[in-house]
T-cell receptor, first 113, second 116 residues
């Protein structure tokens, strides 16, 4: 069975400072891993995905994530937060190609001016 | 790409009533997924279709829930005899799957159900 734990339910950062969102996963197989973002009243949007190629994955809007198998982690980072980054972020795992996604509980990001 | 459309955006109903939601996926997408999201939680998988075939259903999908995708295009999710615990955001997503690695899912904005 697969599962995802997002270690922080809320993260507050100042504009221009780095953002770190932590995610640990559990999977019986080699997983595919994703980060999705959800802005209020908008659909979930894919930020980036890992599918066993390079362990450092670059996504949209300056986000990137590093897959660390030894730590079963897939943390999301951004060097400099922007006000528009305020949203909820979900770490997601999928064990089989094209199969169901298992979402973490989400991390709500607040960006202070 | 007109995106994934869901209708209605909001639905308020009384306990015991039946409700039906509709999802129109991106036109060339062969897979369609339904998820449910409650406040403060991540979305939970309910079921998915490849073309018109329903390939998997979660144990969350009780016998009061039924989903269809009759012609492999739009899909409907019906909840019979609604209960207050059914109150949630119901999300639809679609994708174009061929083979190999997990494909990118495109999500709709959801239907917010409130059961009074």
């Amino acid at each position: 069975a697969q599962s995802v734990t997002q270690l922080d339910s809320h993260v507050s950062v100042s504009e221009g400072t780095p953002v770190l969102l932590r995610c640990n996963y559990s999977s019986s197989y080699s997983p595919s891993l994703f980060w999705y973002v959800q802005h209020p009243n908008k659909g979930l949007q894919l930020l980036l995905k890992y599918t066993s190629a390079a362990t450092l994955v670059k996504g949209i809007n300056g986000f990137e994530a590093e897959f660390k198998k030894s730590e079963t982690s897939f943390h999301l980072t951004k060097p400099s937060a922007h006000m528009s980054d305020a949203a909820e972020y979900f770490c997601v795992v999928s064990e089989a190609a094209g199969n169901k996604l298992t979402f973490g509980g989400g991390t709500r990001v607040l960006v202070k001016p | 790409d007109t995106g994934v459309s869901q209708d209605p955006r909001h639905k308020i109903t009384k306990r015991g009533q039946n409700v039906t939601f509709r999802c129109d996926p991106i036109s060339e997408h062969n897979r369609l997924y339904w998820y449910r999201q409650t406040l403060g939680q991540g979305p939970e998988f309910l079921t998915y279709f490849q073309n018109e075939a329903q390939l998997e259903k979660s144990r969350l999908l009780s016998d009061r829930f039924s989903a269809e995708r009759p012609k492999g295009s739009f899909s409907t999710l019906e909840i019979q005899r609604t209960e207050q615990g059914d109150s949630a955001m119901y999300l639809c997503a679609s994708s174009f799957y061929t083979s190999g690695w997990a494909e990118k899912l495109f999500f709709g904005s959801g239907t917010q159900l409130s059961v009074l």
